[in-house]
């Protein structure tokens, strides 16, 4: 009989070619699959709720597979993480009903986007985050202006020109930008119903110009009536984009549905 299993894992994106497999370079699916199988003794299929570009990290990315091997949730548990290497790991193991699936469950996900201020980057950040080469940033006016973002609205002028989604609206239920422990790392984070692609990077570097002085925070507004993609900021680079959690019941902010599909 099939078991439906879900795994939360976490992984550290800078050595990796993305989530999707590729036959010639190291991603986390193609990883995740050759381990998942070796215990399982079984060819699997893998599906996620995202789909992440090189670099990019994850602190708790469902994915979900199937299997007929009779093994406990712990024992896969400890078969995985003592097999998987230091930068793929599992949070938690379990068994789903038959009928659910990973990618259609999702109801929010939670982004977070991770700048580092200062003329000279931080080893231990050059990583995590996107470093920019300034003493200072008007941080008060990104604060200001990151819940323009919030709501139902066109995102087509934030997505990346290869994006083939076929419509382009998406809701966001909390968008904020906000000050760390440390003065140099300036976080901004974004719960929304799904994403388009680059769409947070691309939100990220929009709000990064608010905070260089480059265009208004009214501004966004502006770039979500328009549509255009040549108007918005630049693509921040993946290595400051982490998926930090993905919801499938119980998220308290949630907005209307729009009156198109957003899956």
Known sequence: MSRNIRLIIEFDGADFFGWQRQPTVRTVEGVLTKTIASIVQHDV??????????????????????TT???????????LNSRLPEDVKVHEVKEMPSDWRVRYASVAKTYVYRYQIG????????????????????????????PLFEGIHDFGAFRAAKCQATQTVRKMHSVLVRRTNDPAIVEFEVTGSGFLQ???????????DVGLGQRTGESISELL???DRTLAGPTLQPQGLTLVKVFFEGYPKFLPEPEVDVS
């Open 45 to 66: 299929r893998l599906s996620a709720t995202s789909r992440t570009d090189r670099g990019v990290h994850a602190l708790g990315l469902p994915v979900g597979f199937e």
């Open 225 to 227: 009536n328009s549509g």
């Open 198 to 208: 680059y769409m947070v990077r691309i939100m990220a570097g929009t709000l990064l």
């Open 69 to 79: 091997m009779d093994i406990s949730e712990y024992g896969l548990y400890r078969g």
């Open 119 to 146: 003329r000279m980057p931080m080893p231990l950040w050059r990583r995590r985050t996107h470093h920019i080469k300034r003493p200072t940033l008007d941080v008060d006016a990104m604060i200001k202006a990151a």
